[in-house]
């Protein structure tokens, strides 16, 4: 079972910050927060990781809390194109190439 | 794009029929995972292939089994088909390094079992 608990659906204005978060109360020190976005009917798309301090990239900002039990993550000027299922995902495990572990996810759609 | 291919697209089978997906991994990857995912959930993990060898298996049946080549691109066999085969099957390739390798998926082949 998924080590998470996501919001099922959200809205953002475009143009806004979209920000989704992420609970996963559970974690350990070893394991690490991934993100990925699925657009409709295609592959999931890698977004961005951490393990506890704050992540930037080009897609998006990954902010943890200091306790490690919840994340957010950022998308700063969304656009219809962002408009995707958001999977937060605890690696589990502690070493080797460990599977992901998908819940259901945050619909996020962006609106003009 | 990630560099990972899938083929075919879409298939259609009957129930007790016989499939094989295809996988192509990204240049320097070794690693590739298969996920199933049905209508309106997130993807699950079926197997991962690790240098030729199988690395891993989540909870599906023998039924589902699956091959990795020298090249790394992979192979994903089901057979005696039932109707809740019916899903999206994706293949993620990674370098199969360190525990914080990253995934990158494929497209996805559709599979309707009818």
């Known amino acids: 079972d998924a080590k998470t608990t996501q919001p099922t659906s959200m809205d953002c204005a475009e143009g806004r910050a979209a920000n989704l978060p992420c609970n996963h109360s559970?974690?350990?020190?070893?394991?690490?927060v991934y993100w990925y976005r699925q657009i409709h009917s295609q592959g999931p798309q890698y977004i961005i990781h951490g393990l506890k301090n704050n992540e930037t990239n080009e897609m998006a900002s990954l902010i943890i809390t200091e306790d490690r039990k919840s994340s957010t993550l950022i998308l700063p000027h969304a656009t219809l194109r962002d408009t995707a299922v958001y999977y937060c995902i605890v690696r589990v495990g502690v070493s080797g190439n460990t599977p992901l572990v998908f819940g259901k996810g945050t619909r996020l759609s962006v609106i003009a | 794009e990630t560099g990972v291919t899938q083929s075919p697209t879409h298939l259609i089978k009957t129930r007790g029929q016989q499939v094989t997906l295809r996988c192509s991994s990204q240049?320097?990857?070794?690693?590739v995972s298969w996920y199933q995912q049905a209508l309106g959930q997130g993807p699950q993990f079926i197997f991962q292939y690790y240098r030729e060898e199988e690395n891993g298996r989540g909870n599906f049946p023998p039924r589902f089994s699956g091959l990795q080549f020298p090249n790394y691109s992979s192979e994903l066999n089901v057979n005696a088909l039932e109707l809740d085969d019916s899903a999206l099957y994706l293949c993620?390739?990674?370098?199969?390094?360190?525990?914080?390798?990253?995934?990158?998926f494929g497209p996805g082949t559709r599979l309707t079992v009818l």
């Open positions: 240049s320097g990857h070794n690693t």
């Open positions: 559970t974690i350990s020190g070893n394991e690490y």
């Open positions: 993620a390739s990674s370098v199969g390094q360190g525990f914080t390798d990253t995934q990158y």
